[in-house]
């Protein structure tokens, strides 16, 4: 029906970057992607789960938490069925699995705004 698989997480230094993708596919997303508004998600080991990006349908309009706006940035490829999230300047407490989301409200923060979730890749950052 609806599939999301997350790539790119992995270990690197305090002060890096790595860049997540996150491949949506299934008859869900056939031709209607691009009316799906994306989020990237984290969450820690004992923690709940965290806002981290979201971008709406077209691309143009992007949000973000303050824990990492500056550091963090969504887009998207609607071509590709596509999303990415490019993390710079990563710190020990973005350490955590991050989640590729899919909803249809215009931009959201709330995690039950959204419909489909992939299945997380891990980002640690050691000090």
């Known amino acids: 029906q609806a599939q999301l698989v997350e790539s790119g997480g992995g270990l690197v230094q305090a002060g890096g970057s790595l860049r997540l993708s996150c491949a949506a596919s299934?008859?869900?997303?056939?031709?209607?992607?691009?009316?799906?508004?994306m989020g990237w998600f984290r969450q820690a080991p004992g923690k709940e789960r965290e806002f981290v990006a979201a971008i709406d349908w077209s691309g143009h309009r992007t949000y973000y938490p303050d824990s990492v706006k500056g550091r963090f940035t969504i887009s998207r490829d609607n071509a590709k069925n596509m999303v990415y999230l490019q993390m710079n300047d990563l710190k020990p407490e973005d350490t955590a699995v991050y989640y590729c989301?899919?909803?249809?409200?215009?931009?959201?923060?709330?995690?039950?705004?959204?419909?489909?979730w992939g299945q997380g890749t891990q980002v640690t950052v050691s000090s």
């Open positions: 299934g008859q869900a997303f056939s031709n209607t992607f691009s009316n799906y508004a």
């Open positions: 989301a899919a909803g249809t409200t215009y931009i959201a923060s709330e995690s039950r705004e959204y419909i489909y």
